[in-house]
């Protein structure tokens, strides 16, 4: 079985300090790097969120609860990065480095099927819908999928194509997703079902429960 790199979990919800200069650093190294034109978060974000990390660090024996909630968001929006990275890198160890990240040991292909994809949350402004997945081990990408018509009309065959039936043709479709991705151009005031697909070597995951929502000005 094949071998890839991917970005090693080095931050850790037990110590505000470490993420915090995770963040700096990603931050730094993701400013004007090539190889990353598109990340989930910008540069800037990830740079202002190590200090908000710094800040509650600093003043988490008077606020325990604002160090904590800020270290899970500074944590969530390490992951989403990180599986970015992991996905364009190409399984190159030097590309994941440029962005500031630590690489695994390689770890062997996945041989089973992925779980179901669980949609986090939806949320939807400016005629665009955000949508964050909750990230999976042993996942290499999602597709999400923005449709009309009944729940019945996306299923999947043979743990490998996705089919949409006559009539629900997707409003957009992402192939290549990570767990943090946003859908434009849809149009306003429609409702618009979501359904999302984990993908490894193996094949896909089944269909994460269809979630809808309302496109929003």
Not at 24 to 35: K, R
Not at 142 to 156: C, D, H, K, P, Q
Request: glycine share 8%.
């Amino acid at each position: 079985m094949s071998l890839k790199p991917k970005v090693k979990d080095t931050w850790t919800r037990k110590n505000g300090l470490i993420t915090a200069g995770i963040l700096s650093n990603v931050g730094t190294e993701m400013l004007n790097n090539a190889a990353y034109p598109n990340p989930p978060h910008t540069p800037a974000a990830i740079t202002a969120q190590g200090v908000v990390c710094l800040n509650a660090y600093n003043n988490r024996k008077a606020d325990k609860d604002v160090y904590d909630s800020t270290l899970i968001d500074s944590c969530t929006m390490l992951t989403e990065v990180g599986e970015y990275v992991t996905l364009n890198c190409g399984e190159d160890v030097a590309k994941i480095h440029s962005a500031g990240f630590e690489n695994t040991a390689t770890e062997r292909t996945p041989s089973v099927l992925p779980g179901q994809a669980v949609i986090k949350d939806l949320t939807s402004k400016n005629g665009n819908i955000v949508v964050q997945i909750i990230p999976m081990a042993g996942v290499e990408k999602y597709s999400i999928i923005a449709f009309v018509g009944a729940e019945a009309a996306v299923t999947l065959s043979n743990n490998k194509q996705i089919n949409i039936a006559a009539g629900a043709a997707p409003i957009s479709f992402i192939a290549n997703a990570t767990s943090h991705e946003t859908l434009s151009g849809l149009p306003l005031g429609a409702g618009i079902n979501i359904k999302v697909f984990a993908h490894n070597a193996a094949g896909t995951g089944p269909a994460s429960i269809t979630r809808s929502v309302f496109v929003q000005n």
